[in-house]
């Protein structure tokens, strides 16, 4: 810093007319390293704003990464299934295959009941003709047998029996032609349905249903293999996709590292120019978080004296979850004692400026275990938006700012940042910390936050 003010006046000497040495008056080393002290904000606080934009993008991409693998994964499980339905396809035109090869077999089975059933009506039509010749023999003996008067009365009665016997049997012959008949017209219009015609003549109905089928089949079959290499190109489509956003998130990521680089030279300029002893109008805020920080160091020491609580409690990193909190809350041993101690030194930091947001007291893990009032509110069940906004007590900050805040040994630290507010709301912050020392150990930090 010396060197650059010495390199400032010495340009400054070098350019000024040798005739008119009072025509450029030396400009002020407070001055000038007030205005650095200004430019150094302004470089930070357009830092932080890209930074958080870039943040936001590469969440969002992060996101969308994310939902692009998920749905890369179901497009593959769609295609694993199609695959198993082509299968099936396959599988179901080789079965209507087999079922029609058996369906002919089966009507060449029924052709020879039907010749079969033709011999058996053949033999019902000898046998009833044979019965009527019968008959006519047996009416013939008993004409004769009656003419014999007494002699021929035995052999007229076993003539009646044998015309009677004729009878019966030409009826049953005539019924089984009748059955036979009916069977045989049943067996052939099924022979009709399960022979296979020729190409270009009507089916039966069985080999158009089963040509039905397979047409069916054979059409989800198509469909599968269509869907299946859609599938495939927009499997290689997303895997493209998902490697160019991966390309991405990896730009963000430098983008990230670079932005957090441009804020950290803009933080040191200003810790530069605050170690001069410039004042600028960040220094009420180091003045003020520092003796904040120096009077809650010594309320924790008189506690911790007066055997309110030990020294193990005091540096308690134990967390506990508190069930059901969303944003996850947390206990610790000191938590009660902050309740009781931290609001009467935290508050009046709020009074400071209608620019503060929050004076708080953080362990050196971020643990906040109280915040200010109004944002140390019960949490609302179910209603995490509310609750990211208004319930900041108990929770775990670690993020950049608020871990480096928390361990940061030095008399104090500025920072520049984005607060997220919930709800989708950011705002534009500085903040200055100072570290809380007690019984000659580092407890964490004092954070107080104010707007630009």
């Known amino acids: 810093m010396k060197n650059l003010l010495r390199r ?64 890369a994964a179901e497009v593959g499980a769609i295609s694993q299934a199609q695959d198993a339905i082509l299968s099936e396809s396959g599988a179901g035109l080789r079965s209507v295959t087999r079922v029609r090869e058996v369906v002919e077999q089966v009507g060449a089975e029924v052709s020879t009941v039907v010749d079969t059933l033709r011999e058996v009506s053949e033999a019902a039509s000898q046998i009833t003709q044979i019965a009527l010749q019968t008959r006519l023999v047996a009416f ?36 089984i032609l009748g059955t036979v008949g009916r069977l045989d017209e049943r067996i052939a219009a099924l022979a009709r349905d399960i022979q296979r015609q020729p190409e270009g003549q009507p089916q039966g109905a069985v080999h158009a249903a089963l040509g039905e089928v397979a047409t069916g089949v054979d059409r989800i079959s198509q469909s599968a293999a269509h869907s299946h290499e859609v599938g495939r190109t927009l ?21 990230l590292g670079r932005t957090e680089t441009l804020l950290d030279l803009s933080e040191q300029l200003l810790q530069l120019t605050a170690d001069a002893g410039v004042q600028t109008a960040d220094t009420p805020m180091v003045q003020a978080a520092q003796q904040a920080a ?44 902050a309740d009781r101690l931290f609001p009467a030194l935290q508050e009046p930091l709020l009074a400071l400026s209608n620019q503060v947001v929050f004076g708080i007291a953080a362990d050196r893990n971020g643990y906040i275990a109280c915040h200010n009032r109004k944002y140390n509110q019960p949490q609302r069940p179910g209603d995490l938006v509310w609750n990211t906004a208004h319930c900041r007590n108990r929770r775990v900050f670690n993020d950049r700012t ?11 630290l500025l920072q520049t940042y984005r607060r997220d507010m919930g709800g989708g709301q950011f705002v534009l912050l500085k903040e200055v910390a100072a570290p809380i020392r007690v019984a000659g150990r580092h407890w964490g930090g004092l954070r107080l936050a104010y707007r630009f």
């Open 294 to 337: 120096e009077r809650i160091g010594q309320a924790l020491a008189s506690a911790l004296q007066a055997g309110d609580i030990d020294l193990a409690g005091l540096f308690d990193e134990h967390y506990v979850p508190v069930p059901g909190s969303a944003p996850a809350q947390h206990e610790t041993r000191f938590a009660k004692l």
């Open 140 to 175: 013939n003996a008993s004409v004769e047998a009656k003419r014999a008067g007494e002699a021929g009365r035995g052999f007229g009665v076993v003539a009646d029996a044998v015309k009677d016997l004729a009878a019966r049997v030409e009826t049953s012959s005539k019924q």
């Open 8 to 71: 400032r006046t010495d340009a400054h000497r070098t350019d000024a007319p040798s005739a008119s040495p009072a025509a450029a008056p030396a400009m002020d080393p407070q001055a000038l390293l007030a205005g650095l002290a200004g430019q150094a904000s302004v470089l930070g606080r357009e830092a932080a704003e890209v930074r958080g934009a870039i943040d936001d993008a590469n969440s969002q991409a992060n996101r969308q990464a994310q939902a692009l693998h998920a749905l």
């Open 235 to 255: 499997a290689g489509r997303m895997t493209g996709i998902e490697a160019e956003m991966q390309a991405t998130m990896g730009v963000f990521a430098g983008s």
């Open 402 to 412: 608020g871990l480096r805040s928390a361990r940061n040994t030095q008399p104090f």
